[in-house]
């Protein structure tokens, strides 16, 4: 999977903050990076915020977002060089440094880089990847890798008996099967409803005909 940068101009309000959240999520889908979500959200929220406290509402800022080896780089680009994000022992009354303190808390890393014309605010999460290009390990996802190795290389034997337990087990096989498939849809980017509507598609055309009895997803 390939994880090109990307990055977004902003004016440093409230309100933007709450698109730029959405933005977020869109892309981590995209990248199949779900599990980042709530603590990506939760660093720009902070990023974004101090930017107004510290340098003012309004400002222009831009949002950059890319990948660092195995982790997840967020930038918050501001053109004030001299307001720079402190962290901050914060008492259980104090709101002031509490932002920088969460990003401290939920990052790899962190840390502020000074150029002639801005600076950047940055942090780090850690993905789970196992390569840049790659997707998080999950159960269900090295499942469907095992399965879709071993289908490459082997005929399906029969399914297990024809009684009513034989077919019950047969049909949660599947069924386990499928799930493990959406998983690795999901886990690569894929959309995963287009991916069903198009099977349901598929299956339909080659049941069509005598004794074919295709059948539709509700809603379909």
């Known amino acids: 999977m390939t994880r090109k ?3 977004i101009a ?12 959405r933005v977020m999520r869109s892309h981590l889908a995209l990248w199949g990076l779900h599990d980042l979500t709530d603590e990506a959200q939760l660093c ?3 990023l974004v915020s101090n930017v107004i406290t510290h340098v003012g509402p309004g400002t222009p800022a831009t949002l950059v977002v ?15 060089t001299r307001a720079l994000p402190t962290l901050l022992g914060g008492t259980a009354d104090s ?7 969460l990003v401290d808390a939920i990052a790899v890393h962190w840390g502020v880089q000074l150029c002639p014309d801005r600076k ?6 850690a993905t789970g990847l196992a390569s840049p290009d790659g997707h998080v390990e999950g159960p269900g996802v090295r499942r469907a890798e095992a399965l879709l190795e071993w ?3 082997a005929q399906p034997p029969g399914l297990p008996g024809t009684g009513r337990l034989g077919r019950a087990v047969a049909e949660e096989s599947v069924i386990t099967v499928i799930t493990d498939f959406l998983h690795w849809l999901r886990a690569h980017g894929c959309d995963v409803e287009d991916a069903l509507d198009r099977a349901q598609v ?5 049941s069509d005909g005598p004794g074919g009895g295709a059948s539709r997803r509700p809603g379909t």
């Not at 890319?66 to 004030?80: A, Q």
């Not at 709101?95 to 303190?101: D, K, L, V, Y």
């Not at 598929?202 to 080659?206: G, L, M, P, Q, T």
Request: include cysteine; proline fraction near 6%.
């Open 5 to 7: 940068p990307w990055d």
């Open 10 to 21: 902003f004016t440093a309000e409230p309100a933007e903050a709450a698109a730029l959240r």
């Open 44 to 46: 720009v929220t902070e």
């Open 66 to 80: 890319s990948m660092n080896g195995l982790r997840l780089r967020i930038e918050v680009h501001d053109p004030d």
């Open 95 to 101: 709101e002031s440094g509490r932002g920088m303190a």
């Open 120 to 125: 950047v605010t940055w942090c780090e999460l």
């Open 151 to 153: 289908c490459t290389v």
């Open 202 to 206: 598929r299956y339909d055309a080659e």
